[in-house]
DNA sequence: TGCGCGCGCTTAGAATTCTAAACACATGAT
DNA sequence: ATCATGTGTTTAGAATTCTAAGCGCGCGCA
């Protein structure tokens, strides 16, 4: 039962709710229009089930609806998103992000649709022996960090530093930079960068 | 195995594919990234699975779209529907037409979303015994059909015939008119009616 | 009041989506 | 060549959506 969670806010089953009475119909007509049962509409309605888009759209087809209607509705209606659960995080994938192959697996969780802001915050977690790789990471940014727990070795430019539980650092990260988790713990680092690199 | 009927013309499959190729991610990145599996990935662009729209929002939001834009670029790449298949037909409720409560069923089936459209045909069926009411029909509209099966008595003004299989009709829908099935054998009708009437 | 009807809700089970693991194929390195 | 790695696909089973049937409630009418 997670998956109507990431739904519950965008509210879909409200959004049909509204256009079926719009269209003075019971669920049952509607049911009988879109050639599904009035049961799954209750349930779609009351953010019980998230519908397949099929199903969705034969529902909008029954109430002349378009899903590019319904959904351009539904993100006019909710207003910008400030809050994300642990477990709606962006997880990133190291290679993207340039780091070297056979670099250890560098965990990078985001916090909300970075693309459509001027902030980039990462949640980070460096195994131990895990390395941004030799290849200094380059980029149009500015970037800061506290470390969590564990310790993590940075390196900007020509200096080099361990940073351990509360360290913290801030740098312009056109400035070759690099970062290695030396120690047998793992590492975590809550991180910072505007504008988003990635 | 219908679901995917109904959205293969979409090809929601295709677009998501083109969504996560121009971000240059493969599958099991976007699923790392949205919280699903690199099959399920593969199933949905095969369209072979219709996604919740949960799963769709997820995979999108990965990708940086949002659900309006993704089916706006849907539904312009889908040039206009020409096709029904049988199944594909929107079943019309009777009250909603201004029949009369106790009236037997009567088996409406719409052709396409006739509110985007000048022209709305039906395929109707009439069970035994089926009468659209003794309150008269009248809409602005101009409507003409023909009997496929079985046989109905048509009552259009202070007119009155009963139409047998290869009979039609064609009349000003102002004039108030009325069907009913009179025989003990179903009776099917094919109608037009511009514009649309409900 | 009591009955019938339509409404939305609930629930067990069928159908579909999604997961986890394996497969087939290609490409590049040793 | 052979292996290792990356890609998309397939498949049995878990999880979720959807169906079919029934429930409870409220409203209108006898």
Chains 1, 2 share one sequence.
Do not use: W
């Amino acid at each position: 039962m997670m998956t109507a969670n990431v739904t519950d806010r965008m509210d879909v089953g409200g959004k049909l709710k509204a256009a079926r009475r719009s269209k003075g119909l019971s669920q049952r007509d509607l049911a009988l229009r879109a050639g599904l049962t009035n049961g799954a509409i209750s349930l779609i309605e009351q953010n019980k089930t998230s519908p397949s888009v099929a199903s969705l759209k034969r529902l909008l087809d029954a109430v002349s609806m378009t899903l590019s209607e319904f959904f351009s509705e539904i993100e006019e209606t909710n207003g910008p998103k400030f809050f994300y659960g642990a477990d709606e995080f962006i997880e990133l994938s190291p290679q993207e992000i340039g780091l070297s192959e056979g670099a250890s697996r560098v965990s990078l969780r985001q916090v909300g649709n970075a693309s459509l802001h001027a902030l980039q915050m990462l949640h980070e977690t460096y195994p131990p022996g895990a390395d941004t790789g030799p290849g200094m990471l380059v980029h149009e940014s500015e970037e800061a960090g506290i470390v969590i727990s564990g310790a993590i070795e940075v390196t900007v430019g020509d200096h080099v530093k361990v940073l351990n539980p509360n360290d913290g650092y801030l740098f312009d990260s056109r400035l070759p930079h690099r970062f290695r988790n030396l120690g047998d713990t793992p590492c975590v680092v809550v991180s910072a960068c505007t504008p988003p690199s990635f």
